[in-house]
Nanobody, 115 residues
């Protein structure tokens, strides 16, 4: 069964950086577009970055220039580099296919941006 495991979150000051990782337990997942999502408590989960199987990348409009999605197929890992973090980036971050599949939601990784 495919499993996605996110890591790399933490507490960071405004302006700081974090790199999130998403390890897939199945190579087959890369046959689908993948995305990073985030959810603030009480709000809907939103897609922040997306990568197609061919490597085409799109970002949520307000995040372009600060966030970078990438992947390492040899390591079965999807990354999200986040720079110049702001308090409004505080959320739980998840990876999943795009569109997301209910059975693939993992525990996520918490990112807290605070001074």
């Amino acid at each position: 069964q495919v499993q996605l495991v996110e890591s790399g979150g933490g507490l960071v000051q405004p302006g700081g950086s974090l790199r999130l990782s998403c390890v897939a337990r199945s190579r087959g997942i890369w046959f689908y577009p993948m995305g990073w999502y985030r959810q603030v408590s009480g709000k809907q989960r939103e897609l922040v970055a997306r990568m197609t199987t061919g490597g085409t990348i799109t970002y949520e409009d307000t995040l372009q220039g600060r966030f970078t999605i990438s992947r390492d197929l040899a390591k079965n890992t999807l990354y999200l580099q986040m720079n110049n973090l702001k308090p409004e980036d505080t959320a739980t971050y998840y990876c999943n296919q795009d569109p997301p599949q209910d059975e693939l939601w993992g525990q996520g990784t918490q990112v807290t941006v605070s001074s």
